[in-house]
């Protein structure tokens, strides 16, 4: 059985950091490209980034290119987002998934394409 869990999500002022966490167990997690996601109330999702199965390339929404930046420990199942910088309209609840493959060949933030999701950590920035 697949089980994908965020943490890490907190509230912080604008203009601080957060680290966010998420551990795969229950599947291969190298064979698997990781994406980070995210949701605000009244909004469409929103993919953050892609990090690739052997974490040597990453994409990122134009939104967060210079703050956020993703990681991955295969040893250990787990994907990191750090968020720097961060402002109000990084509010949001933030979700990690799995896609099996490479972040590119498909769209990397369609969230269709993807197997397996968390439940979701909220980030909360105030201003």
């Known amino acids: 059985q697949v089980q994908v869990v965020e943490s890490g999500g907190d509230l912080v002022q604008a203009g601080g950091s957060l680290r966010l966490s998420c551990t795969a167990s229950g599947l291969r997690f190298d064979n698997y490209a990781m994406s980070w996601f995210r949701q605000a109330p009244g909004k469409e999702r929103e993919g953050v980034s892609c990090?690739?199965?052997?974490?040597?390339?990453?994409y990122y929404a134009d939104s967060v290119k210079g703050r956020f930046a993703a990681s991955r420990d295969n040893a250990k199942n787990t994907l990191y987002l750090q968020m720097n910088s961060l402002k109000s309209e990084d509010t949001a609840m933030y979700y990690c998934?799995?896609?099996?493959?490479?972040?590119?060949?498909?769209?990397?933030?369609?969230?269709?394409?993807?197997?397996?999701w968390g439940q979701g950590t909220q980030v909360t920035v105030s201003s």
């Open positions: 990090i690739a199965r052997n974490g040597g390339i990453t």
């Open positions: 998934a799995a896609r099996i493959g490479p972040c590119n060949g498909r769209p990397w933030y369609g969230g269709d394409t993807y197997n397996y």
